[in-house]
């Protein structure tokens, strides 16, 4: 345990625009009950890791009511607890313990679409075409002589065509799974229940919101409605060739409005609630989401898309902070969530390397060298902690953990799976359940197992195995965390002019310095104390994929 820290976020409202902050997702962090199931009370006796990791926050994946058609992105009820993983009451402790210790928390929020499941859906189902209740949805008739064919050629995330067809013959649109119907952010009876949500959290002492699929809500529903061009157009390519805010479905200038009435409820508490976008659109289009007046931040997709190459890293640091500058926001950094491959396996894939065919192969085309795959994910997160802005820690990499790549097909749960006739496999490699211990049929899980298989290997990471273990990943980020709270000041940093090839080296504002060595080769480490090594460094040299700080 942990001595309390005091809650600071009164004395400093703006805590967010360098934070670190530590994504719980919540069915796989810890099991209290014994299901197999992770669940809130799991979360709330593990808090004093956090509290010891050094982190400023813990963002919760969704833990709303949901039958898991997309891990919980499926949301039937906003403003409650699924019955799997607690109560309100139970939500209320975490907040509390967290609080207690000095942690804020984030909750996920899914505004594009609820779960078939919600009375909203329901209601929508029953009460046929041209209903105020369905038109809370993205309903319309199809094309072809008998309506037959889907009103256009959008298509979803997952696969396939991104309208389903109901019994009474029209469509309703899911740009995720069809248990994911899309809201109609038109209406406004849709834009004052959120409203309501925000508060609802607010007053329970959340302090910020992920938004998820920040860059979805608006869509041009007028008729006759536009196709994209077929499939291969539908997505990020369209966001590419269109002009910027004209996409039918993705990133429309009108979405904005939405956010700057959020802001008007954030700034309505002390401090003011902060928000993050996940939006997924080019860097200039995404400083938009974090102005002031807004969310005020979003996540750096650019960063966690980057290969391991200082050419092109440092263009995309350099980019991502001028871009959240001239937002007036603090940039953000990611190397891992619960959407992609963990950064101690993708570091290591050839450039151009598929993820997707890679995780078919069960991992082993290319295989992946473990002991080298850490010792780059290890100076990749000491060079992400030096940057100025929030880093986004997601569970486990503390651990050093590899991807699960080779899950059993009759294991996997993620949608993707099926939707895409099973040719992937999708995201339960990042998402199997943490260990704790060693030992034990979960490796401290839960009594019960665990929803997802843990491979044999998985104890040697535990948490346990090693706590106060010299030169253990888990301790290596608990001394940058500690580290870093002391140096970090400022929202900027200043390139070295006489860098080696391969290798970053900046300086931040207070003098304290980072010096990554991206190529293949030892480098001369310049002059100055070295306060924290990614691993060991002899000699004056520093050896590849390494990185440290020097005073």
């Not at 005091?6 to 299901?35: E, H, I, M, N, T």
């Not at 009435?261 to 954030?266: A, H, M, N, Y």
């Not at 050093?400 to 999708?426: F, I, N, Y």
Request: proline share 8%.
């Amino acid at each position: 345990m942990t001595d309390p820290k005091p809650d600071l976020s009164s004395k400093d409202p703006d805590w967010w625009r360098q934070a670190v902050v530590y994504q719980v997702y919540p069915r796989s962090f810890a099991d209290a009950d014994g299901d197999g199931l992770g669940d809130l009370k799991g979360v709330t006796e593990r808090l004093g890791h956090l509290a010891a990791l050094g982190v400023d926050a813990l963002w919760l994946s969704p833990f709303y009511p949901s039958e898991l058609a997309d891990g919980g992105y499926d949301v039937a009820d906003y403003r409650d607890v699924d019955p799997r993983l607690g109560t309100l009451d139970d939500f209320d402790a975490l907040a509390a313990e967290a609080h207690r210790l000095g942690l804020k928390v984030i909750v996920d929020l899914v505004p594009n679409h609820t779960s078939h499941r919600h009375p909203w859906f329901r209601e929508a189902l029953a009460a046929g075409p041209g209903s105020d209740a369905r038109n809370r949805y993205v309903f319309r008739d199809g094309r072809g002589t008998a309506g037959e064919l889907p009103p256009t050629d959008w298509q979803s995330v997952f696969g396939g065509s991104a309208w389903r067809r109901v019994p009474d013959g029209q469509w309703y649109l899911h740009l995720f799974t069809p248990e994911q119907p899309d809201l109609n952010w038109d209406r406004e009876e849709v834009r004052d229940d959120f409203r309501t949500t925000l508060r609802f959290w607010s007053d329970r002492g959340v302090d910020g919101f992920r938004v998820d699929v920040a860059h979805a809500l608006t869509k041009e529903l007028g008729e006759p409605l536009r196709d994209l061009g077929g499939p291969e157009s539908s997505h990020e390519s369209a966001l590419l060739t269109l002009p910027p805010g004209t996409h039918p479905f993705y990133d429309r200038d009108e979405v904005h409005a939405i956010y700057r009435d959020w802001r008007t409820v954030f700034d309505t508490y002390t401090p003011p609630r902060m928000a993050v976008a996940e939006a997924w659109v080019p860097g200039a289009r995404r400083a938009l989401y974090a102005r002031p007046d807004e969310l005020g931040q979003a996540f750096n997709f650019e960063y966690l898309q980057a290969g391991w190459d200082a050419t092109e890293l440092r263009a995309v640091i350099t980019e991502s902070l001028e871009t959240a500058r001239a937002a007036g926001a603090s940039a953000t950094w990611v190397l891992s969530n619960h959407d992609v491959v963990r950064h101690a396996s993708r570091l290591m894939l050839p450039p151009g390397t598929d993820p997707g065919a890679w995780l078919l192969s069960d991992g082993r085309e290319p295989p992946v060298d473990l002991a080298a795959g850490l010792r780059r994910a290890r100076a990749a997160t000491l060079l992400m902690l030096a940057l100025p802005g929030s880093s986004y820690l997601y569970q486990g990499e503390e651990l050093g953990l590899p991807e699960v790549a080779d899950l059993p097909r009759e294991a996997l749960q993620d949608p993707v799976w099926e939707q895409t006739g099973r040719t992937s496999k999708g995201r339960d490699g990042c998402r199997v359940p943490l260990p704790w211990t060693p030992e034990g049929p979960s490796y401290g899980f839960g009594a019960g197992g665990a929803w997802l298989p843990q491979p044999a290997w998985f104890g040697r990471y535990a948490v346990a195995a090693q706590d106060g273990a010299e030169g253990s990943t888990l301790e290596l980020y608990r001394a940058a965390l500690k580290l870093r709270r002391k140096l970090l000041q400022g929202e900027s940093l200043t390139w070295a002019p006489d860098a080696p090839d391969g290798v970053l080296h900046f300086a931040r504002t207070d003098g304290w310095r980072c010096v990554a060595n991206l190529s293949a080769t030892d480098v001369r480490l310049p002059t100055g104390e070295v306060l924290l090594s990614s691993a060991p460094v002899a000699d004056g040299r520093l050896g590849p994929d390494t990185a440290v700080w020097l005073a």
